[in-house]
């Protein structure tokens, strides 16, 4: 098992590590000019494209929605749960880019119709070319992960709308914990993508990193040792250390694999080792 990862010196970010089988000679082996994310960008599509903006435009704007009426609606009395929600808000998005990483990574292929292409094209790409990432600007990193947090806003606009101030009072707590949650959810691959970048970061980004509130760099270069099967979560990372301690994604995928006798990672393997 390869297990060297190295830090690209000119660009800025951790390259993953050699495919165990050298392809050809003469092939780029990561990075942009590998055959497999040459192709895979080539599949970034303008219908795409339009479903980010408008996941991005919508998502941002009931967030600043709700809030705004959460500020409204703040009340001393709630300190200790407010913080208590916020913290296992943070947790349950960190173990849902967890889950969703590795679902993507491990299992299904971008031949997939519509989805596929659409959904699991950039985890494909982004083991091959880790560079990419930095490359994207801020609508391809976020616009599908504002399309998850786009109902549970909604929801969560249309009940400060319609609820009494009583019932508001009440549910206050929950509402912190929900926002927490999608606010981390929406940041995901931004945090992510500051993660592998190594030049030109707000020095507040570093700070964040360097305190471990959000996905430190060195962290996350775990998980870019092929044949990336540890450390999917990438909002935070807290829950690696711990998942990984109790063998939990490997559990999971033996149990899938003796259920459906699919291979984790073989369509993450084939782009890895492609060559034209
Ligand atoms: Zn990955
Ligand atoms: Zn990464």
């Not at 098992?1 to 590590?17: D, I, K, L, Q, R």
């Not at 980004?205 to 990336?228: A, G």
């Amino acid at each position: 098992m390869a297990s060297v990862v190295n830090e690209n010196g000119c660009g800025g970010a951790t390259e993953p590590t050699q495919p165990r089988e050298e392809p050809d000679r003469g092939a780029a082996r990561w990075g942009p000019q590998h055959a497999g994310a040459r192709e895979l960008a080539s599949l970034y599509s303008p219908g795409k494209r339009c479903q980010e903006w408008i996941s991005v435009i919508l998502c941002f704007s009931l967030m600043a929605f709700n809030f705004i009426h959460l500020l409204a609606n703040f009340n001393l009395g709630h300190t200790w749960s407010i913080l208590l929600g916020i913290v296992a808000g943070i947790l349950t998005a960190d173990f849902a880019s967890g889950l969703v990483h590795w679902g993507a990574d491990t299992w299904g292929s971008v031949d997939l119709p519509i989805f596929g292409k659409a959904f699991i094209r950039p985890f494909r790409e982004h083991h091959i070319d880790p560079t990419a990432i930095t490359r994207h600007d801020f609508i391809e990193t976020n616009g599908d992960n504002c399309m998850l947090t786009i109902v549970p806003l909604a929801n969560m606009a249309f009940n400060v709308l319609t609820l009494s101030p009583a019932e508001i009072y009440h549910i206050y707590p929950w509402y912190c914990y929900l926002f927490a949650l999608a606010i981390f959810v929406t940041l995901t691959n931004q945090i992510h993508k500051w993660s592998h970048t190594y030049f030109g970061l707000p020095r507040w980004v570093v700070f964040l990193q360097d305190c471990h509130i959000i996905l430190p760099r060195k962290h996350h270069r775990i998980h870019h040792v092929s044949p990336h099967e540890t450390y999917f979560c990438i909002t935070t990372g807290w829950l690696n250390y711990p998942l990984e301690k109790l063998g939990f994604w490997r559990t999971l995928e033996d149990l899938i694999q003796s259920v459906t006798g699919e291979k984790p990672r073989a369509d993450d393997m084939k782009w890895a080792h492609k060559v034209k």
